[in-house]
């Protein structure tokens, strides 16, 4: 399942079964066929685990007609090949693709997908970080039978007015006809709906409906109360039902007023998590099943936020975060890049594409309340403050119901501040250098004010400290043991949540991942070790102390 909700009735969806034929033809892999499942990392393989290269996957497919075949997610630059005919490529391991095969005569065809996690050239983002960058097809691969008429996007923007809620709704239809055809389409969204008949979708072309429609008497999504609302779009074609989308979503809004952050009109404090998409032996190719068991040990530790830090994350984690009431901070795919490296030519391309796919895939999610972009890259040059500005810009443009936000190195001379809805800082004062934490804050909050982001909500969106698993010092006092870091985020904690001039704190994070070997110096067992819990989800001594705070608040 590609989501934990069914998006078609009508339309025929499958998914190819689990087991595909793999070979790893570069150098260190394994030029033989072998098996493996379908989603997974190739690392998760024994054989594969350091590979850099090209990860060979085929499949043969009883088909035939029309079909479309998404890729939830492919690492990192795709290929995908049927019967050797070439039909799509794809650059970006965080964020889903679709190709269409038409007419194709019905029998035996192959699926071959060219899945390529190196490091290279054309790459601006995806480079030896301090995370794992891993290969393969790494989320669910469904096939669709289509006719001559789809649904290529339904969107739904829930709009507060006081106490009452608008849905504004948007469906997006594509013709594979060589003629214009008469549809009528019927939406529902939660209570609203509303029918278009007779309109002309172009021969080939495409048919944009809007309309903004009252929700009279529903209940708004909250952590608290996760209500949820069904959406539909469905396409007739000469009085029969042709095709559907459905989605889900829920009405809720998150704005800045005052420098306060406001849910529903509400003030709120975000208590968070960062967490990367990784689990243990499986790399980022996380089983539902512990998707799951993640966000109920978020909600647990008293959490009402995680991050997706550095990229997009499956929809299926999504769809769990939208049910059990965990506010999301969703960001494009780009970490710790210097100037240098945003100057590679193919960085504005890149990044901008990865952020029109996640909000077009993931906007209807009611979890996500906020958009971020270019973790710690350069902020203070003019140079990487002009990247910073097209980010927020086209996040803005895309979807203008959510705030949008950088989370930024904890140092002088940035100049984004003026431009984002929410500053957001990384600081470590107790683990990276010695500050306390209070004083910290209230030096952050001052910088903040003294270069644009004065009247904004200030965010610590990441805070944290290292603890190798299993490494205690009884005096508490040895850098790396758990003791410590329980120590460290104690303190952090505590002054962060008693810092007046703050919204909201997100610990750097939830489980240790593994990171790329080049930062093996200042990553003992090249782990990023700051986890409240370790890569199996155990926890460390750090995760009931966070736990205890988090919840006393
Ligand atoms: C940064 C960065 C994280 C991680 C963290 C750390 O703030 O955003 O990806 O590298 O520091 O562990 O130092």
Known sequence: MDRCITTHRLRKTCEPTPVWTLTAPDEGGMPFPVQVTVPSAVESHPALKRYRGRAVYEKTLACGGTLRFVFGGVSFRARVYLDDALLAEHYGGYTAFDCLARDIPFGEHVLRVEADNRFGEDSALHVPNDYYAYGGITRPVTVEQLGSAYITALNVTPRRQGRMWRAEVEVTLRSLSEEAQTVDVDVKAGPAAISWKHRTLPAGGELTLTASLAAPGVHAWSPEHPHLYAAEAVVWLEGEPADDLCDRFGFRELRCEGGRLLLNGEPIFIKGVNRHEEYADFGCAVPLEAMMRDVQMIRDLGCNLVRTCHYPNDPRFLDLCDQCGLMVWEEGHARGLSLAQMQHPRF????????????????????????????????????????????????????????????????????????????????????????????????????????????????????????????????????????????????????????????GVIVWQFADVHVDESWFSSRPRCMNNKGLVDEYRRPKLAYAAVREVFRAR
Not at 358 to 386: F, K, T, Y
Not at 413 to 425: C, F
């Open 348 to 503: 504005m391309e890149q990044t901008l594409e990865c952020l029109r796919e996640m909000v077009a895939q993931h906007r209807n999610h009611p979890s996500i309340v906020l958009w971020g972009c270019l973790n710690e890259c350069d902020d203070a040059s003019d140079e990487g403050a002009a990247y910073f500005r097209r980010c927020f810009q086209t996040l803005r443009e895309l979807d203008g119901s959510r705030p949008v936000t950088a989370a930024i190195l904890d140092r002088e001379g940035g100049q984004v501040l003026a431009d984002e809805d929410v500053v957001s800082v990384n600081a470590y004062p107790g683990w990276y250098h010695g500050a306390a934490t209070a004083q910290h804050l209230e030096a952050i909050r001052r910088r903040a004010d003294e270069h644009g982001g004065e009247g904004k909500p200030l965010l610590i969106s990441e805070i944290g400290a290292g603890g190798i698993p299993g490494f205690h010092d009884p005096l508490g006092q040895a850098k790396w043991s758990e003791e410590r870091q329980e120590a460290i985020l104690r303190e952090q904690l505590c002054a962060a949540l008693a810092c007046p001039g703050l919204s």
